[in-house]
C-alpha cells in the first residue's frame, strides 16, 4: 500500500483519550462548543481527527488532549487501547483508555471546550446506567445508546465507548 492509500485511510480515523482522574476516582469527558462544525455542545473525550504529521493514533489523543485542555502529554500514562467504535458517518475512533493523577491544572480552549466535566468511576462502570435508545435525525433512525449524569446527555460513540468499561460483579 502506498503512502498516500495509507494517509486516505488515517483521514477516516480518529482517537479520544479516555481520561481516568486517580485523585477523583472520575472519568473525565469535555462539552464542545456550540459554535463547532461538528458535534456542536455534545459531551465526548477529548480528541479528534488523525492530521498529518502525527506519528500514530495514540499521538492524535495527545496532540488533541493538549490542544483542548492544555494537558501535556507527561502527564498521561497509558493504560491500553480499547475496542474501536464505528460512527454514523462511516469514521472510526479509536479510544485510548489512559490516567492522570489529576486533570488540574487545565486550560480550556474556549474556540473548542465549554466546560469540562467529570464523572465517578462507580456509575461509569455500572451497566444499570446506560439505555438503548432509538435517535432520530431528518428521514433516518438508529440504535444507538446514552447515559445521563446530572444536566450532561452522552450518547452514540462516546457512550458506547464509556460502556467498555463496565465491570462485571
Known amino acids: 500500500m502506498g503512502s498516500n492509500e495509507v494517509k486516505k485511510i488515517l483521514s477516516k480515523q480518529a482517537s479520544v483519550i479516555v481520561l481516568y482522574e486517580r485523585s477523583t476516582d472520575s472519568l473525565i469527558l469535555e462539552k464542545r462548543s456550540d459554535n ?5 455542545g455534545e459531551v465526548c473525550f477529548p480528541g479528534g481527527a488523525w492530521e498529518e504529521g502525527d506519528r500514530d493514533l495514540y499521538f492524535t489523543a495527545l496532540r488533541e488532549l493538549h490542544e483542548e485542555l492544555g494537558v501535556a502529554a507527561e502527564r498521561v500514562t497509558l493504560i491500553k487501547e480499547l475496542n ?4 454514523l458517518l462511516g469514521s472510526v475512533i479509536h479510544p485510548w483508555l489512559a ?3 489529576s486533570i488540574t491544572p487545565y486550560y ?3 474556540e473548542e471546550v465549554t466546560r469540562l466535566i467529570s464523572i465517578p468511576m462507580p456509575l ?3 451497566s444499570k446506567n446506560y439505555k438503548d435508545i432509538v435517535v432520530s435525525r431528518g428521514k433516518f433512525r ?3 445508546c446514552e447515559f445521563v449524569y446530572k444536566e450532561d446527555w452522552v450518547w452514540g460513540a462516546t457512550a458506547k465507548i464509556m460502556k467498555q468499561l463496565i465491570v462485571s460483579i
Open 36 to 40: 463547532l462544525r461538528s458535534h456542536p
Open 84 to 87: 474501536p467504535q464505528q460512527t
Open 99 to 101: 490516567s492522570i493523577e
Open 108 to 110: 480550556l480552549n474556549p
Open 124 to 126: 461509569v462502570q455500572s
Open 142 to 144: 438508529f440504535k444507538s
